[in-house]
């Protein structure tokens, strides 16, 4: 029986179909493979790499039959390649607990835990479909695919019309990014490294700030023109429409941002990757058409299990006593980055904080200025009225956590204490959405323009008495 290598390079070419001319396809030049690869590989990527293992060929060789022998490393590397397969159980438990009607509860934490390994196990796959199309439309899927969990509960919410859960449950991953992400990396990696000062590229920070602030303004706007134009239904029209115009050039603002990072200026996002990829030179471990059947099914899979969130986020909220408010903007997040927030605090132990702020950072920006953009487009498609107005208090916390992510970042070093602010500041906020008891309906600043319009009547009395 051949060698291992010779196993993988055979179920690759059974895999993906005779004759492809993909990144893992040629012997010959690997050094520009690397290269090439390099370019499309992403900060997420590399940090999702950080939670997974590698598989025992020797169970899967001794197999006689070459269908059987394929299928099984095919399992072997998709399903039990990472450390968090011990999570997946909970995939049937809450199918089972779905059907046997075990309780609505149960249903949303079982979904939850059940997402966090496909969240991570979608990454690896568009990784491994991206050896095969090239540096380009490999980083463009990446990107693109960065944040699939977080899109299509959005989608689900939508066609439920919980437009809130869906404000609530992007906002909550952008906070969880920078300040939880980056302020535990930053914590770690400064503590692991107390000796030295640790520093990083602040150019990839500048640009990632910069489409930060710029999807903080479409967001202020519609908050601001509400409180300008008064109460009554031509100001809600007008702030959908401002949305959905604002959403467009958002959407414009990231393709160019694409377009930066993968042609222009993409020298400004490959030196993080160098030295990883010099201790460990990756290669595609399943076909093409593998890796895209089993995308197709574990997409299936995460519909199904986001359903499953969306459909009884208010029953956990009921049973658990906590506000769906805190459910979607602190609880979702953690656990769908639970994979890219350990590999970001590896990378940062390892002081390779150009990663981490990659993983934060580029996750942020993503969430921020595509998938929240395309939300509303979508819902505009739909005939759903959903805006960029994220109510005051919410708006706030983005506003401030982004400024003090950006004034943070500005020098290109970092030690611990930066990062015990920002993870304080994420405890702050946490506690503030906690003992927030607002309903959803009512959280859109109307108790705020009660207080105004009560100031006003104050005053106005004072002034004419």
């Known amino acids: 029986m051949g060698s291992h290598e010779d196993f993988i390079s055979n179920n690759i070419e059974n895999g993906s179909g005779d004759g492809y001319k993909g990144l893992a396809g040629s012997n010959n030049n690997d050094t520009n493979n690397k290269e090439q690869w390099s370019v499309g590989k992403t900060p997420q990527n590399l940090s999702s790499s950080m939670v997974r293992k590698k598989s025992d060929p020797i169970l899967v060789t001794n197999v006689r039959f070459q269908m059987v022998r394929n299928f099984l490393h095919n399992l072997q590397e998709v ?7 011990v999570l997946f159980p909970a995939i049937p438990l809450a199918i089972a607990a779905d059907f046997y009607h075990f309780g609505r509860p149960w249903v949303f934490a079982l979904s ?16 491994q479909i991206a050896y095969f199309t090239g540096p380009t439309v490999g980083g463009l899927l990446n990107a693109t695919c960065g944040n699939a969990t977080e899109m299509i509960i959005a989608l689900f919410a939508l066609r439920e019309n919980k437009i809130d859960v869906v404000k609530y449950s992007l906002l909550g991953s952008i906070l969880s990014n920078l300040l939880l992400v980056l302020g535990t990396s930053l914590l770690c990696g400064g503590l692991a490294n107390i000796k030295k000062e640790q520093r990083y590229d602040r150019k990839q920070a500048d640009v990632n ?13 519609p908050l601001l023109f509400r409180y300008a ?17 604002s959403s467009i050039f958002m959407l414009i603002a990231y393709v160019a941002y694409i377009f930066f990072q993968l042609k222009t200026h993409r020298q400004l996002f490959d030196s993080q990757e160098e030295d990883d990829e010099d201790e460990d030179e990756e290669k595609a471990v399943i076909g093409f058409w593998s890796a895209f059947s089993w995308l197709a099914g574990m997409t ?24 769906v408010t805190f459910i979607s903007i602190i609880l979702l997040p953690i656990v769908g980055n639970a994979a890219e927030h350990a590999g970001s605090i590896i990378f940062a132990l390892k002081n390779k904080l150009d990663i981490s702020l990659g993983v934060a950072l580029g996750s942020a920006s993503q969430i921020s200025m595509f998938v929240v953009p395309l939300s509303v487009i979508v819902a505009w498609i ?10 005051l208090l919410e708006t706030g916390s983005l506003a401030f956590t982004i400024i003090i992510t950006a004034f943070t970042l500005q020098d290109g070093t970092s030690h611990y204490m930066k990062g015990v602010i920002l993870f304080l500041c994420y405890i702050i906020i946490a506690a503030c959405f906690f003992v927030d008891r607002i309903p959803m ?9 009660n207080v105004l319009e009560l100031s006003s009547n104050y005053y106005a009395g004072v002034l004419f008495a």
Request: proline letters at 1%; glycine letters at 10%; hydrophobic letters at 45%.
């Open 229 to 245: 134009s008064g109460v009554g239904n031509s100001y809600a029209t007008s702030t959908l429409e401002l949305s959905r115009a």
């Open 441 to 449: 309906n009512d959280s859109n600043g109307t108790n705020l323009g």
């Open 300 to 323: 299936v899979i995460i519909a199904l299990l986001s359903e499953y969130v969306v459909g009884t986020i208010e029953a956990a909220s009921n049973s658990w006593g906590i506000s």
């Open 79 to 85: 399903v039990l390649g990472t450390k968090l397969a």
């Open 112 to 127: 939850l835990l059940g997402l966090t390994p496909l969240a991570e196990r979608v990454s690896f796959l568009t990784e």
């Open 382 to 391: 739909m005939g759903i009225d959903m805006d960029l107005d994220f109510s």
């Open 209 to 221: 700030s910069l489409l930060l602030l710029l999807g903080l303004l479409c967001h202020m706007l």
